[in-house]
């Protein structure tokens, strides 16, 4: 069985006085509540904050990026050993941001998974087609390049350790979140990519969760289907009432 993974990405929100309120006011929602795998995802700034915070409880932290060498002159960069030392079980690799802004590739994706992976922290692959590439019916290909480029050269016994997330470019912080059947359709896809290039065995095991404008009016929705294991949320993560309604779907 996959466990549901609800992940909340701050991205650039949220001084160290503010992700305390917010993480506070979730935990004091959540107690004894351990059905979904609850993860927070705050800026750098903030993550050894929510680490004190969620000692103790099953809420799990993550990094929203890093850089796959161990250290050295790389002006601005956080590597995978800070992020380990710092308490991060997972990090979010190649979201649709850091493509479209910072010059991400599906190359340095793949040399962030295998960095992340050799520190033994989780990554949370991101993949997603823009508007412009479904409208020309080029979704399934381009999610087939993205899934096959991130998880070349991945040992098949590291797949099961990580997440993979369907974000269409569209559908983030726009407010048109895609079908919860389209969504399916595509995550299935990327289960069989993934069936392709290791195993059956190990696609079943592996998390895909949905993102782009999940909120609480339509994640049970999402979490009904067959394929769906999970949301990468940005906007309605960051208030306590509308992220503990995600988590409580
Ligand atoms: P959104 O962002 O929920 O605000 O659409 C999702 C994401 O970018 O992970």
């Excluded at 993860?39 to 050894?48: D, E, K, V």
């Excluded at 997972?90 to 998974?113: A, P």
């Excluded at 997603?128 to 399934?140: I, K, V, Y």
């Amino acid at each position: 069985m996959r466990k549901p993974i609800i992940a909340g990405n701050w991205k650039m929100n949220k001084t160290i006085p503010e992700a305390k309120t917010l993480v506070t006011g979730v935990l004091d929602k959540l107690s004894g509540f351990n059905d979904v795998e609850v993860l927070f995802c705050p800026p750098f700034t903030a993550l050894s904050t929510v680490k004190e915070l969620i000692k103790g409880t099953s809420c799990k932290l993550g990094a929203q990026d890093l850089y796959w060498k161990e250290k050295g002159a790389f002006t601005g960069e956080v590597s995978p050993l800070m992020l380990k030392d710092v308490g991060c079980d997972y990090v979010i690799i190649g979201h649709s941001e850091r493509r479209q802004f910072f010059g991400e590739t599906d190359e340095t994706v793949n040399e962030k998974v295998k960095a992340a992976l050799a520190v033994g922290i989780k990554p949370i692959i991101c993949v997603g087609e823009s508007l412009a590439e479904r409208e020309a019916g080029e979704t399934n290909a381009l999610i087939t390049r993205q899934t096959e480029k991130a998880l070349a050269g991945i040992e098949a016994s590291a797949i099961a350790n990580m997440v993979i997330a369907y974000e269409p470019i569209w559908a983030i912080g726009t407010g048109k979140s895609s079908s919860a059947s389209d969504a399916n359709e595509v995550i299935g896809l990327i289960r069989n990519t993934v069936a392709r290039i290791f195993s059956k065995a190990i696609a079943a095991e592996v998390r895909i969760q949905y993102g782009g404008s999940v909120k609480p009016e339509n994640v049970k929705e999402y979490m009904s289907q067959s394929e769906i294991d999970g949301a990468l949320v940005g906007g309605a993560s960051l208030e306590v009432d509308s992220f503990i309604k995600l988590i409580r779907y």
